[in-house]
C-alpha cells in the first residue's frame, strides 16, 4: 500500500510568480484536502477536492485554487504569490462517503518559502 | 466556528517519565471527533489518538490516553512511559460530525505544542 506523497519536497519561488503542488493520494483514497502550515503554527485548512471537484473551502482567497484528477491526484496552484504565502504546505488523502468523519492521513509536505 | 487553543508552547520531560498535554475547544456543535496527531522533526502528521464526542469512555492507545471533559470543552493527552521518538510537535484538532456520507470534513488544529523528551 503507498502512502501520501507529495512533490517538490522544497520550492523557492519570488513574489508574485505561481506555483503548482503536487499530491498523490494513498491507495484506496478518493479525497484531497489541502492545508497550509505556517512557520510553528498549526495547519489550516484550504480546500477540499471530492469527485474532482472543489468539496468545501476554507478561508483562503481565490488565487489558491486546485485541481483533482481521475488518478485521485491533485494539485494546489497559488498565483501572485505574497511574502506570507511561505510555509509547509501538506495534503491528506480520505475516503468519502464516510460515517460521521473522514480519517485523513496526511503527507510529508511542499516546504514554499517566498522572496 | 470552531476554536482549538493549546496553551503551552513547549514542554518537556524525561525518558519513562508521564507527561500530560492540554488541550481546549471551543464549538457550539453537539456531535464531532476530536484527535492528537503527531508531528516529528521529520514532518510527516500522524494521527495519535481519536475521541468520539458522544463516548463519554476517555480513548486509550497503548502509552497514550486522553481525559475528554465535553462539558468544560477540555481534551488533554497523557503519554505514560515517554520515550525519545515521543519528541515531537503535537496538535489537538477537531472535526465535526459529517452529516451526510459526502460533505467535506475539515480538521481544525490548535497551535501545536513541542514536546521534548530527554534522556
Known amino acids: 500500500e503507498t502512502g501520501v506523497t507529495q512533490s517538490p519536497t522544497h520550492l523557492i519561488k519570488t513574489r508574485g510568480q505561481q506555483v503548482t503542488l503536487r499530491c498523490s493520494s494513498q491507495?484506496?483514497?478518493?479525497?484531497v484536502s489541502w492545508y497550509q502550515q505556517a512557520l510553528g503554527q498549526g495547519p489550516q485548512f484550504i480546500f477540499q477536492?471530492?469527485?474532482?471537484?472543489?468539496?468545501g473551502r476554507g478561508n483562503f482567497p481565490p488565487r489558491f485554487s486546485g485541481l483533482q484528477f481521475p488518478n485521485y491526484s491533485s494539485e494546489l496552484n497559488v498565483n501572485a504569490l505574497e511574502l506570507d504565502d511561505s510555509a509547509l504546505y501538506l495534503c491528506?488523502?480520505?475516503?468519502?462517503?464516510?460515517?460521521?468523519?473522514?480519517?485523513?492521513?496526511f503527507g510529508p509536505g511542499t516546504r514554499l518559502t517566498v522572496l | 466556528a470552531q476554536t482549538v487553543t493549546q496553551s503551552q508552547p513547549e514542554m518537556s520531560v524525561q525518558e519513562a517519565e508521564t507527561v500530560t498535554l492540554s488541550c481546549t475547544y471551543d464549538?457550539?456543535?453537539?456531535?464531532?471527533?476530536l484527535f492528537w496527531y503527531k508531528q516529528p522533526p521529520s514532518r510527516q502528521m500522524i494521527l495519535v489518538i481519536r475521541?468520539?464526542?458522544?463516548?463519554?469512555q476517555n480513548a486509550t492507545e497503548n502509552r497514550f490516553s486522553v481525559n475528554f471533559q465535553k462539558a468544560a470543552k477540555s481534551f488533554s493527552l497523557k503519554i505514560s512511559d515517554s520515550q525519545l521518538g515521543d519528541t515531537a510537535m503535537y496538535f489537538c484538532?477537531?472535526?465535526?460530525?459529517?452529516?451526510?456520507?459526502?460533505?467535506?470534513?475539515?480538521?481544525?488544529f490548535g497551535q501545536g505544542t513541542i514536546l521534548t523528551v530527554h534522556p
Open positions: 491528506a488523502s480520505s475516503a468519502l462517503p464516510a460515517v460521521h468523519y473522514n480519517e485523513q492521513f
Open positions: 491507495s484506496g483514497h478518493n479525497t
Open positions: 477536492y471530492y469527485r474532482e471537484e472543489e468539496n
Open positions: 464549538t457550539s456543535e453537539n456531535n464531532y471527533y
Open positions: 475521541q468520539e464526542a458522544y463516548k463519554q
Open positions: 484538532a477537531f472535526m465535526k460530525l459529517i452529516a451526510g456520507g459526502t460533505s467535506y470534513g475539515k480538521l481544525t
